[in-house]
């Protein structure tokens, strides 16, 4: 008995295997190609095909939308002062981008008020402590002690060289022990990001 080839009528496919090896090849057979051509073989719509009689002329195709469009959404910032869709869009609760008032949801985080009270001394001494130790005194705790953002920490000072080469090291450490799917993810993120932009 020949394990090799095994069939299966139902779904049109056909297994060719070698005993030797253990990779299984999958292939439609002609019958299911051709039922498939078939079913996937729609008439078009007769307004979008071209017209067979002789002398006809190009036309435009009218095709609706569902539903007709409402006056509401039209921005106001294009309508003209004296347009009476104005006052129907302030009577319905409909802002400037023609969309309704609605409730907007929750801040992810509490909402402040911006502070610009670091002085030039107070920005000196920063850098001075992450120069002398950055290890101790990261942006975090930089950001905590003068109370700021620590995104504004690192516009105003940048650690060491050495610090710098420290953690880069323990960074290619850490990739060393990272196994083939891990090292592709990374890398397929990385190429998606160099691509932002640029309708790749």
Not at 155 to 161: F, N, T
């Amino acid at each position: 008995m020949n394990c090799g080839i095994t069939s299966r009528a139902a779904g049109g496919l056909v297994r060719r295997a070698n005993p030797k090896s253990a990779s299984v090849i999958w292939r439609r057979c002609e019958s299911s190609f051709r039922r498939t051509t078939q079913r996937l073989n729609v008439t078009p719509e007769p307004s979008f095909t071209h017209s067979r009689t002789p002398g006809a002329q190009d036309q435009i195709i009218f095709n609706p939308p569902s539903s007709a469009p409402s006056v509401y959404l039209t921005p106001s910032i294009f309508l003209p002062r004296n347009d009476p869709r104005l006052e129907h869009s302030s009577a319905a609760g409909v802002n400037s981008t023609g969309l309704k008032f609605k409730r907007l949801p929750p801040p992810v985080r509490p909402t402040y008020e911006k502070r610009y009270h670091l002085t030039d001394t107070d920005i000196v001494l920063v850098r001075q402590l992450r120069t002398e130790n950055p290890c101790r005194w990261t942006r975090e705790i930089l950001a905590e002690k003068f109370h700021c953002s620590s995104l504004f920490i690192g516009m105003i000072c940048e650690a060491s060289s050495d610090h710098k080469e420290k953690q880069k090291q323990v960074l290619e450490a850490v990739k060393s022990r990272w196994g083939r799917r891990r090292r592709m993810a990374r890398e397929d993120r990385t190429t998606r990001r160099d691509t932002w932009g640029r309708e790749e």
